[in-house]
């Protein structure tokens, strides 16, 4: 799994979707990491937990920090990455 999402990130990145991200692996380890424990969460009630809408709520936040961390590494020193 994370292979498959190590790939789909390196593709985010390919199309401009997404700015070019370090490691990858680190990355796909998180989302690999969330969609496992919310099996867990969702094996004595499945439908109690909505992996979908989970998954991507964890996945935009990730994506959202990878671009807000990598334009804050790219701020001159003293200025604020993330003012106009």
């Known amino acids: 799994m994370r292979v498959l999402v190590t790939e789909a990130l390196a593709d985010a990145c390919e ?4 700015r070019a991200y370090s490691n990858l692996e680190d ?3 998180s989302i690999t ?3 496992d424990g919310l099996k867990i969460q969702r094996l004595p009630a499945p439908d109690s937990v909505d992996m979908a809408a989970s998954t ?3 996945i935009t936040a990730l994506l959202a920090d990878l ?6 590494s790219q701020a001159p020193p003293g200025s604020s990455a993330l003012q106009p």
């Not at 199309?15 to 997404?18: A, F, N, R």
């Not at 671009?67 to 804050?72: A, D, F, L, V």
Request: hydrophobic content about 40%; cysteine-free.
């Open 15 to 18: 199309l401009g979707e997404l």
């Open 27 to 29: 990355g796909a380890n």
């Open 33 to 35: 990491a969330v969609m």
């Open 56 to 58: 991507d709520r964890v």
């Open 67 to 72: 671009i807000e961390s990598r334009t804050r």
